[in-house]
């Protein structure tokens, strides 16, 4: 007998448990964000000079060490004298310069010049001691190696967009009709980019562009515009393989559209962005929408 009221009672236990479960809301999931080391590290263009009057001068085993990263101790050439103290925050960053010089597209090099100078971000310090005229700061974020001679900058918080759900992408999406540019250039020059790669495009705060942004990436049939040897009107004709009974130019056939990118940096005439969908390969001269 009393072990049927205890099966009675764990079923009916049981029974409320589940009736329970099933009148809890799920959470709504929540919206991915841009990554901390993402929006810190990605760099960035700028037509305005970055001021270089701090830099980094030394660090602990200078004898031998040429390099800092996360963790060490370097050297800043200021202190009391310009008001440092303990505890200020600064992001550490180095103009930057293609080591190839090899253009991949025909504008590349006019557009990038246009757009300022490329940025490298390399990490943040944290000043842990001042002196007279200098101070001492530790690395307390890295993207890559610090070195002598890199710029110091007040630190500031970058803001961190959330992502759209990409299952929204539309393969086939009408133009815009917001400002077109280019993607430029990519982070340490790279040429070509997939998902979750920084790239540099020619649009922004004068363009209207701000932090959170969407680009719709996409490119035309029949560019010729990489200087890489190219088969002209390859669009519609090519010996040996076919051709259309008429000719076609770039802009008569359908645009095709490749993926999209959200802005996590912006300047007068530049944006970085990272791109967030892509069904295949970008490369540099890619064209870009705002959406």
């Not at 099966?7 to 990554?35: K, M």
Request: aromatic content about 12%.
């Amino acid at each position: 007998m009393r072990a049927r009221i205890a099966v009675l009672s764990l079923s009916v236990f049981l029974g409320a448990a589940a009736s329970s479960a099933q009148n809890v809301t799920p959470a709504a999931p929540a919206i991915p964000q841009v990554d901390y080391s993402t929006v810190n590290c990605s760099g960035f263009v700028s037509d305005q000079r970055v001021p270089d009057e701090m830099r980094l001068v030394s660090g602990e085993q200078s004898n031998y060490k040429i390099t800092f990263t996360r963790g060490d101790y370097v050297h800043i050439n200021r202190g009391q004298d310009k008001g440092v103290r303990v505890g200020d925050r600064f992001a550490v960053v180095r103009p930057d310069k293609d080591p190839t010089d090899v253009p991949w597209f025909k504008w590349q090099v006019k557009l990038l010049k246009a757009m300022g100078t490329p940025y490298m971000d390399l990490g943040q310090v944290r000043v842990v001691n001042v002196q007279p005229k200098v101070s001492v700061a530790q690395v307390t974020f890295s993207c890559g190696f610090m070195q002598r001679g890199d710029i110091l900058e007040p630190y500031e918080d970058r803001p961190a967009p959330p992502y759209k759900d990409p299952a929204a992408f539309d393969h086939f999406a009408p133009i815009s009709g917001k400002p077109v540019a280019m993607l430029v250039a990519g982070k340490d020059y790279g040429q070509v980019y997939g998902k979750l790669s920084p790239v540099y495009v020619n649009l922004g705060t004068n363009q209207g562009v701000k932090v959170g942004d969407y680009f719709r990436i996409f490119r035309y049939q029949g560019s010729m515009s990489e200087t890489v040897p190219q088969v002209k009107d390859y669009q519609y004709a090519l010996y040996g393989f076919g051709s259309a009974p008429s000719r076609y130019s770039w802009n008569d056939l359908p645009r095709e559209v490749l993926g999209e990118g959200i802005v996590i940096n912006v300047s007068r005439n530049s944006s970085t962005m990272i791109v967030t969908f892509s069904h295949l390969e970008l490369y540099a001269g890619d064209y870009v929408e705002i959406e």
